[in-house]
C-alpha cells in the first residue's frame, strides 16, 4: 500500500514511515526538506498522487494566535489535493483532552484541525496521544529561572513517541475510523513531580518549586488532560524510558 506521511521527518514522522516500511508497505515521508510546503500547497499534489492514505504529521512552528491559520490552511490543502488524487483515508495526530482546554489557543487549533478533517471528503482517522515524554525537557526549560523549574501540579499521563508512531502506523493500515482512537502512557503523575523524577534521573543543578500559575499547562483546568472513557494504555513507563 502507498502512503504520503506528511511530516514524515520529524519526531512522529520518521518512525511512522520506518515502521510502515517494515511492514512492506511503501511509506513515502514528505516535509519542507524534501520540497513539500502544506502552507503553500508547493509539491502537495505530487506529494498525495496515487497514495491509498494520506498521514498528516505536520504541525504548527508555534504554539501562539498563528497555530489556527496553519492547521487551517494546511488542512484544506490536503484535503483537497487528497481527494483529488483518490486517497481513501486521511490520518491525523492530535492531543487528548484539547477540546477540554479552551484556554490555550494551540489546543483551539488543534480541535479546528480535527473539525475540518471530520468535515472534509475524506475518510478519515483521528489518532489523539497525551503529551510525549520526549518533550519534558522542553517543558522544563519553558519555567526555568536559574537553579529553580517552576511547575504546577497539572496531571499528566506521558507517552512515549515510539508507542504513539506505533500506534498511529497501526491506524493508517486499517480501515477508518470515521472517529478518535485516545491512546496514553500508563502513569499519571502531577507534572511538578515529573519534573523532580526527570532531574532525579538527570541531575543538572535545577531544582523544581510548585507553582499552579507557572507556565503553559497553568491554563489546564483539573485533569482535562488524562483520558476519559475508551482509551488505549501503551506500554512504556516514564521510568523505563528515562532509563
Request: proline fraction near 6%; avoid cysteine; hydrophobic fraction near 45%.
Amino acid at each position: 500500500m502507498k502512503i504520503a506521511v506528511l511530516g514524515g521527518t520529524g519526531l512522529i514522522g520518521s518512525r511512522v514511515v520506518r515502521k510502515l516500511s517494515e511492514a512492506g508497505h511503501e511509506a513515502v515521508p514528505h516535509s519542507m526538506s524534501t520540497g513539500v510546503d502544506v502552507i503553500t500547497g508547493q509539491g502537495v499534489e505530487e506529494a498525495v498522487a496515487g497514495a491509498a492514505v494520506v498521514v498528516n504529521l505536520t504541525n504548527s512552528p508555534t504554539f501562539d494566535d498563528a497555530s489556527p491559520e496553519f492547521f487551517r490552511t494546511s488542512m484544506d490543502n490536503l484535503l483537497a489535493a487528497g481527494h483529488r488524487g483518490g486517497a481513501g483515508h486521511m490520518v491525523i495526530l492530535s492531543i487528548v483532552g484539547a477540546d477540554r482546554v479552551p484556554d490555550l489557543i494551540y489546543y483551539r487549533a488543534k480541535v479546528l484541525q480535527e473539525d475540518l478533517l471530520k468535515s472534509g471528503p475524506i475518510p478519515y482517522s483521528i489518532v489523539r496521544a497525551t503529551q510525549f515524554m520526549e518533550f519534558m525537557d522542553a517543558v522544563l526549560s519553558w519555567t526555568t529561572e536559574g537553579d529553580i523549574v517552576r511547575l504546577p501540579t497539572t496531571p499528566l499521563q506521558l507517552i512515549a513517541a515510539q508507542d504513539v508512531s506505533n500506534t498511529v502506523a497501526e491506524v493508517a493500515v486499517g480501515a477508518p475510523l470515521n472517529g478518535a482512537l485516545d491512546v496514553a502512557g500508563p502513569d499519571i503523575f502531577p507534572l511538578d513531580e515529573l519534573g523532580r523524577i526527570t532531574l532525579n534521573a538527570r541531575p543538572d543543578g535545577r531544582r523544581v518549586v510548585t507553582d499552579d500559575t507557572a507556565g503553559m499547562f497553568a491554563e489546564v483546568p483539573g485533569d482535562a488532560l488524562i483520558p476519559k472513557g475508551d482509551v488505549r494504555i501503551a506500554p512504556t513507563h516514564y521510568s523505563d524510558w528515562l532509563s
